[in-house]
């Protein structure tokens, strides 16, 4: 299920208003179990602050649901989103997180599947036909092989955590395309944010397979993409890891409210 992009930005505006995020009624965050799954988009990796425990998953205490855990009176929540995960390493690693008394699960999974650190570093240090030849070849990968993986982990989370209200978080374009902006070409931009688009479409019909509530992040960072000039997202970085991952900010104003309000309005359509 895809939430409309007004609903979530109106319930987005409330959140920003109240400064807390508080769920009414019998949609109270008492009671709930909350497990965060994924990749770097969820453990926080380029976001700073990270947790010395989590290792080379670079947990961070700024990532969304961490931020999202604290603003609300959970029962217990659980962390495990490791930077460089992907469906098989998430399967095999993280579900043993969940149980039968989860109650709310978030994910970003997809894009290590698909090569995305080989494709960035290839468009950052070759030409640009070679940035479009790996851009494409990660697409055919996105429609063809992808679909089948993602099927089989949501399916397994749903068997672990059969009650559980899961919101499946896209990933948003990386750049604004403008005129002049240092760093790479317009061919690259364009076909960067192709496969953003493409990766989006793929990760959206398999969570509306599974039954599960996708937000679409791309909307929250429109305006804030590189070269935007309020750019939410971080440049080429050493060490290279932290590279067009969420800053702090964009977790917090980005990620954050969609995942606040993809929750919200999924618990009032059940009600």
């Not at 851009?135 to 955590?161: C, F, H, W």
Request: net charge positive; glycine share 12%; with cysteine.
């Amino acid at each position: 299920m895809r939430l409309s992009r007004s609903s979530l930005a109106a319930f987005g505006a409330v959140v920003f208003a109240a400064g807390s995020f508080t769920w009414p009624g019998t949609a109270s965050a008492a009671g709930t179990n909350y497990v965060a799954l994924g990749d770097s988009y969820s453990s926080g990796t380029g976001a700073g602050s990270y947790d010395p425990a989590s290792g080379s998953c670079n947990r961070s205490t700024n990532a969304y649901p961490k931020l999202w855990a604290a603003s609300h009176a959970t029962d217990s929540f659980k962390f495990v989103a490791c930077s460089g995960a992907t469906t098989t390493s998430v399967a095999s690693g993280q579900l043993g997180a969940l149980s039968a008394s989860t109650t709310l699960v978030s994910i970003t999974v997809g894009g290590n599947d698909a090569g995305f650190g080989n494709v960035m570093q290839t468009c950052v240090l070759q030409s640009d036909s070679s940035c479009v030849s790996a851009v494409e070849s990660a697409k055919t990968y996105m429609r063809n092989t992808l679909p089948g993986r993602l099927d089989s982990v949501y399916g397994q989370i749903r068997s672990k955590a059969p009650s559980a209200k899961v919101v499946v978080l896209g990933y948003p374009r990386l750049y604004k395309i403008v005129d002049v902006c240092v760093g790479l070409s317009n061919t690259k931009r364009n076909a960067l944010n192709g496969a953003a688009d493409t990766l989006v479409g793929t990760v959206s019909s398999a969570s509306g397979r599974a039954g599960f509530t996708y937000s679409d992040v791309r909307d929250d960072f429109a305006g804030h993409e590189l070269c935007s000039g309020e750019d939410w997202l971080n440049s080429v970085t050493i060490p290279f890891e932290s590279s067009y991952h969420p800053t702090a900010k964009g977790h917090k104003l980005g990620y954050l409210p969609a995942l606040s309000g993809s929750t919200q309005l999924a618990l009032q359509k059940e009600g």
